[in-house]
């Protein structure tokens, strides 16, 4: 079996977030992690390589200093990493970073992809459906729960307060949440082998079957209108008021807003 995981490497929020004039997010400015979601899709792909010996290759589209989320990767135990990386690709929305994807998938052989639901600096829950509409296969979002049947997968699928259960062939794409395991911790040895490791890096000129219309800021439908890295509150209403009055007026802003 072969297994394509895509991960992205994220802003660490706690750490602030800082944009471009253009709006876009100035990522080489900013304290950077493994996206969750697709931590958990990584992790979920090593235990299908654990039951059934699959050979796991992560691929992320980013900066070049994005090869440390492929070396973190490596360290938790992936066999490959491949970092999509080019001057062209930059300022990519979802339909963009899709056709990027998908054009370096193409390049390789696969049973499986697994990506995470979303990523937490876009939160659209896009990527990972458009990479298999480009590629022309069969999708499962929002995975709680993975298991390999043959050449099928069955997959629980997470649906409001309760779950879908899906079977499709693969090849097939998964998008992962981040409740669908605790993912695992790097190794001493893992961490030094990933660091030894070769990071295969491809650019514009390695992607196969996508128009160049369809790459980078121009390539992006979606255009940002207005970003900033915080919401500014109001001070909101002050009130001096002794500890009856205080219950009183609570309950009545409580009853009012209908949150009892």
Known sequence: ????????????TKGGVKFKPD??????AMLTIMNPDDKAGLEAALR???????????VTMGLPKA????REAIAMGADKGILVTDRVLGGADTWATSQTLAG???????????????????DTA?????????????????AQKIEVEGDSVIVERQYDDRYHVLKAKMPCLITALSELNQPRYMTPGGIFDAYKA??????????????????????SPTQIAKASDKVRKGAGEKVALDPTESVAYIMDKLTTKHVI
Do not use: F
């Not at 193409?106 to 876009?122: E, P």
């Open 104 to 122: 370096a998938i193409r390049n390789l052989d696969y049973d499986l992809i697994i990506t995470g639901r979303q990523a937490i600096d876009g």
């Open 23 to 28: 709006g876009t997010l100035d990522r080489a």
């Open 1 to 12: 079996m072969k297994i394509v995981v895509c991960v992205k490497q994220v802003p660490d």
């Open 67 to 70: 090869e440390e989320v492929l």
């Open 198 to 219: 070769d990071i295969t890096v491809w650019g514009r000129a390695d992607l196969k079957d996508v128009e160049d219309s369809n790459l980078g800021l121009k390539g």
């Open 48 to 58: 299908l390589k654990d039951q059934y010996g699959a050979e796991v290759t992560v």
């Open 126 to 142: 896009q990527v990972g459906p458009q990479i298999s509409e480009h590629l022309g296969i069969p999708v499962i979002s929002y």
